[in-house]
């Protein structure tokens, strides 16, 4: 009876221990570092254009679609923590973004309430909560927790990786809202990473007609707190102790 017990014991340690190395699922405290923008010279503007990497857009123009033009890069400073705490942002203290340019003044990406996960397959589809997604611009606070125009639903980002969502793993992105309160009511936006796919649309745009920014995702890695150390020493020593008790 003895031998029987510790053997179930062991093979629950066991068990608990492979279970804990082998979660793939997005951790609830992960980081998410976003690539840098990729510019290309466009010869029929004259001026670099934005084709890839992080950015967002804005329909300034109202005409219903964010074209490339209508794109601002943004560059990684401390990347969207998950879970925690609100990440707030200022051009002076910026949070998850640098500041970039818009309109000849200042802007940075914040969060008013935080990003968390609201649902994982455990296979790389991942949905956010970004009902807290904002922007501070030239001084203004603007909401863009919601509202949106695109494939995803109100306030919900839809985040695929490569593999499972694991430490290292790469990840894209996509993120639409329009603004509902403020001085800027009606404007669209939306937020993608897409690594520099995009040259076919920015070639296009040189015809003169309006491209619009279709969405194509933009891409970044997970950094994710490993399983702590002590995890593995405790089933060590559990492991000792049986092998120990045995041996008596």
Known sequence: MKKITKSMLLLTISSSLMTTASQAALLSTATLNFDAPVYQFDEYLGYDLLV??????????????????????????D???????????????????????????QGVHFTSSPV???????????EL?????SVNWNGIDVGLGGASWGSNANGVANMTCAVD????????????????EGPFIGIRYRLGFDSGSLGSLAIASSLGGPVEDLGV???GTISSVPVPAAVWLF?????GLFGFARRK
Request: some cysteine.
């Open 235 to 239: 089933g060590s020593g559990l492991l």
């Open 165 to 180: 969502c694991s430490n290292g793993d790469s990840f894209t992105l996509f993120y639409t809202a329009t603004v509902t």
């Open 79 to 105: 990347g969207i923590v998950l879970g925690g705490d609100a990440q707030p942002g200022s051009v002076s203290e910026p949070g998850i973004d640098d500041a970039w340019g818009f309109f000849g003044q």
């Open 129 to 133: 909560d970004f009902s807290g997604w």
């Open 116 to 126: 968390t996960i609201l649902t994982d397959d455990g296979a790389g589809n991942v």
């Open 52 to 77: 890839g990497g992080s950015n967002f857009g804005i329909d300034s123009n109202g005409n219903g679609t964010i074209e490339l033009s209508e794109r601002t890069g943004i560059f990684a400073n």
């Open 217 to 219: 995702l933009s891409t």
